[in-house]
């Protein structure tokens, strides 16, 4: 028997790769994953003008299916997963009774009966709990493939052209937010156009044993198109610009989807109850307490998580999230104020250790790339 | 190997000493581990550093780290490209990514800091 004491994360089948490639390997979400393998700005950069190739085998895989898999996972989410087309997929949130958010997802159609929902590597394991509860008394069952699977994603504007000679899946009629089963370099996969980053991009699901192999490929194909492997510090960055939540930092188990800025997320109107629907509503109807801003910093400093944000001498909330944005070259921030604090033009002060140092609000994304 | 001419800090600092004045800045191997630096924060002019006290911030685009004094004594200088090119630290650690120039207030604190074998041996034991 091991000592159950000691402490352990997973590692995917590439992070002896990883390190071989020369990255930085860090404990992430129960993870041993790459932050990055060179500069965390040059591969930011990589990805909005070339392409990235991403491990990301930590993400969580939930298969869902049996007759009553929609039903039962509208019953759980805050979103309606009947209501999506065979192949296709939208963002989801799984929410606690009093309408906190325990973790946002991916839910992908794959069949009539069949899903695929994706959670946070962190949250994978309440997830999968959470779900396996809530489908009780539905003729449906979870099928928990979190360590079966590895997903590797390639974002950029080359990802096209990088992934198309290598799959059968026909990436041109394959619309964001649409899932294709395929091969990819010959192995059984799951394509789908999603992402993280705010480019255009795949993500591709394939059994953990095939991992590696695909890895070797997809890294040759990058390469060749003057990309780079990307570890998880340019990931932030890049979600960061596009205004895209990160579980932990804007969303947790005290915010809702509605002061996140998701409230379209949450389909109020579908038909049945759904853990969290009372107390969702009631923040519909009332209003949130609290929302979440953009920030451009304007002052000299770089907003960090945990930050006081101030309104005059009145505190009006806290950053979440904030870096010197690659590329725009200023400091950009995510932070929680109150709902007055929150108009697109208003100027706040953030505290950055003894200095206030103003910043304004703006709309999100702070990045949106060309169509 | 690092500069033979400079001292440094166990805090990877390193001192270059011109009469009275010393000019502090940090080193390749602490550069290259805070990754891109996109933010430096320095004191102002006339303000008295206390050795191994914090005297500013360099921050990369995921870290944010104090930088601490090798000697106690006055601010003489900041080095202004800092604000609009941070990536000198990276590019340039010992040259024009320097940070503050001090009059040095007790000499004898230098004896204390390591020479370049020292850091060496440092930095190379991880």
């Not at chain 1, 200095?355 to 990045?367: D, I, K, Q, T």
């Amino acid at each position: 028997m091991t000592d159950a004491l000691e402490p352990s994360v997973h590692v995917t089948p590439l992070t002896e790769t990883h390190r071989e490639l020369g990255a930085r390997l860090i404990e992430f979400g129960g993870w041993l994953m790459p932050v990055q393998y060179g500069s965390i700005i040059e591969e930011h950069r990589t990805v909005r003008e070339r392409v990235g190739l991403f491990d990301l085998s930590h993400m969580g895989e939930l298969y869902v299916e049996g007759p009553d898999a929609g039903p039962a996972l509208a019953a759980a989410l805050v979103t309606d997963p009947p209501s999506l087309a065979v192949g296709r997929a939208h963002y989801s949130m799984i929410c606690a009774p009093d309408g906190g958010v325990i973790d946002d997802l991916i839910v992908y159609r794959l069949g009539e009966a069949r899903f695929l929902v994706v959670a946070n590597a962190g949250n994978a394991a309440v997830v999968s709990d959470a779900l396996a509860e809530r489908l009780k008394g539905f003729r449906a069952v979870l099928d928990d493939r979190s360590l079966a699977t590895g997903l590797l994603a390639v974002q950029g504007p080359r990802a096209r052209e990088v992934l198309a000679p290598l799959t059968d899946v026909d990436l041109s009629s394959l619309r964001y937010y649409a899932a294709a089963e395929g091969t990819v370099a010959g192995i059984d996969a799951l394509v789908a156009r999603t992402g993280y980053t705010g480019e255009d991009g795949f993500e591709v699901f394939v059994e953990t044993s095939r991992t590696a192999g695909l890895w070797d490929v997809l890294l040759d194909a990058v390469r060749a198109a003057d990309g780079l492997p990307v570890g998880l510090g340019a990931r932030d960055t890049l979600r960061l610009e596009a205004g895209m939540p990160l579980y932990g930092n804007e969303l947790d188990r005290d915010t809702t989807p509605y002061e996140a800025g998701l409230g379209r997320v949450v389909k109020l109107g579908k038909a049945g109850d759904f853990v969290g629907r009372a107390a969702l509503e009631k923040v519909a109807r009332d209003g949130p307490s609290r929302r979440l801003a953009g920030l451009v910093v304007e002052g000299r400093g770089i907003a960090r998580h945990g930050h006081p944000v101030w309104s005059g001498e009145r505190r009006t909330g806290v950053v979440t999230s904030g870096t010197q944005s690659p590329t725009l070259g200023v400091p950009i921030a995510m932070a929680y104020v109150a709902p007055g604090d929150a108009e697109p033009g208003t100027v706040v002060d953030i505290e950055i250790r003894e200095a206030r140092v103003a910043a304004r609000v703006v709309a999100l994304p702070f990045y949106r790339r060309n169509p | 190997m690092v500069p033979t001419d400079l001292r440094y800090t166990t805090d990877h600092e390193w001192v270059r000493v011109d009469g009275d004045e010393a000019t502090i800045g940090i080193t390749a191997y602490a550069a290259d581990q805070l990754g891109d630096i996109v933010f430096v924060e320095l004191p102002d002019i006339g303000r008295p550093l206390e050795q191994f006290a914090a005297f500013g911030v360099v921050e990369s685009v995921k870290a944010v780290s104090d930088l601490f004094a090798p000697v106690s004594g006055e601010v003489t200088g900041t080095n202004p490209d800092l604000a609009g090119s941070p990536e000198l630290v990276n590019s340039d650690p010992y040259g024009g990514g320097w940070m503050v120039r001090v009059r040095i207030g007790d000499a004898g604190q230098l004896d204390g800091l390591l020479d370049a074998d020292a850091y060496d041996a440092l930095i190379s034991a991880g």
